[in-house]
């Protein structure tokens, strides 16, 4: 399926869980912030939108997407009553390797982070070859990505509270 022809974040063909029983953390990096701030606030709104009550949301601010592991890892073992981390971020395309290995250490590291914890940790990092592509997954034309990580983050709560 082509993402051009798409908005990503829509949620008409699903159900969502009601979130009010939730706590969730959001790890959000601080480089590309016009972007990682659009994510930020695409997944506030969702959560609340969805019934997570404001002070079930920690919001913690990382320098860059390589740190969103190391946040995530931070705030499960800090507060165990966590229910899901979402970590956001923006790696955008340069003229070097950089990217690729920012990138991968960033989805083993959320994965990891994931499995050491048996918690959802959520991956809601845009990677990308430009700014534009970036802006269009940040409340452009392909929709939120931030939306996208917390529709996903209410998802895998409730499937480990159903477990």
Request: glycine share 8%; hydrophobic share 40%; net charge negative.
């Amino acid at each position: 399926m082509a993402t051009r022809l798409k908005n990503l974040s829509d949620f008409s063909h699903t159900t969502v869980p009601d979130g009010s029983a939730y706590r969730f953390a959001i790890a959000v990096a601080e480089w590309n912030a016009e972007i990682t701030g659009s994510l930020y606030q695409g997944a506030v709104d969702t959560l609340l939108k969805h019934g997570v009550r404001e002070s079930n949301i920690r919001s913690v601010a990382v320098p860059g997407s390589f740190e969103l592991s190391s946040a995530a890892d931070l705030l499960l073992q800090k507060h165990n009553d966590l229910d899901a981390v979402i970590c956001l971020g923006c790696v955008i395309q340069g003229d070097t390797r950089h990217f690729d290995f920012i990138c991968d250490a960033v989805a083993q590291g959320v994965t990891n982070v994931s499995i050491k914890h048996s918690k959802p940790v959520i991956f809601g990092v845009l990677t990308t070859n430009d700014q534009q592509q970036a802006a269009d997954r940040a409340g452009g034309r392909h929709g939120n990505k931030g939306d996208e990580a917390a529709i996903t983050a209410l998802k895998m709560a409730a499937l480990a509270a159903s477990l």
